[in-house]
């Protein structure tokens, strides 16, 4: 049994109350079909950070990052100003990334009125994907070939905001192309680049495509949302995975989150960290510790404690 981390920083959690705003996946566009782990009622509640906390029980978290929950788009806005008077009064998240729309004509503006909230740190908004590794949006307004891209990122590199990029394994090699042509830009790529296939072929292109990511200084890794829409979350299937991730990117660039509470439909936050631990368990104590703590303080612009 590996050693647990000493000091967490949750880069990637959620939080929601369905009375403070409009989260439409939540309340009336439920659509099992497309989320990510297939069946999720009994996400459909509020998860505020006393639910996050439960879940946490007692393990050393001593930051965490709040990744947009996709509440309404008319409430980007809103939805920050939520989540710092929550941090204010509950002491989490410490860090906030954000929904813009980087393809918007004065996407420049948008990033501004984010910033005048001191926690955000960056700005998760998704391209347009292909439903599956064979088919395609080549050339589809929002897809990775949108010339408009190079604007809404040059304006991220200039504030000095992350872009956290959630592409399925299919994409991660054009993802890289578009990134490697906006100098300066830091990338944060969400869980592990969602290797959906498991079997030989897809785990080669997810490969691939980390590692043409990884050949970019300024991309980084979550370890983060291993689970499956079709079976259980299991260690001797995702440390493999994990292993190849940290090996690809180096410890000095991978990070862990939660994904919580959607991961808790597969496996308990506790579960997941010890899980992890495990899987990192070959790796030196500074490189565990960059993983679970330093890199994000640093990356983040955390606090050190």
Known sequence: ?????????????????LSAG???WLQHGYDAERFILGEYRSLCRDYGPAELRRD???????ASVHVEAERARTEALAETAWLDAVADAHGLPSAIVC????????????????????????????????????????????????????????????????????VPYWHLAEAATLVAAVPGLQV???HLGLPWDRDDAGLAVWRRGLQAL?????????????????RPWRLAENAPLLAD???TFGAARCLFGSNFPVAGLRIGYGELVAATSQALAHLPDSERRAIWHDNAVALYRLPRR
């Open 99 to 166: 929904w813009v729309d980087l393809l918007a004509d004065d996407v420049e503006q948008r990033l501004d009125e984010q910033l005048r909230w001191r926690r955000v740190r960056g700005v998760r908004f998704k391209p347009v994907v292909a439903a599956d590794a064979r088919a395609s949006v080549q050339g589809r307004p929002g897809s990775l070939q949108d010339p408009r891209w190079q604007r809404g990122l040059r304006a991220l590199a200039d504030r000095g905001l992350l872009w956290e990029l959630r």
């Open 22 to 24: 409009g989260y439409p």
């Open 214 to 230: 990884a050949a970019l200084p300024g991309v980084h890794l979550k370890l983060s949302e291993l689970g499956l829409r079709d």
């Open 245 to 247: 991730a940290v090996a």
């Open 1 to 17: 049994m590996s050693p647990l981390p000493q000091a967490i920083v949750d880069t990637h959690h959620h939080l929601w109350s």
């Open 56 to 62: 946490i029980g007692a393990l050393p978290v001593v």
């Open 188 to 190: 944060v790529v969400q």
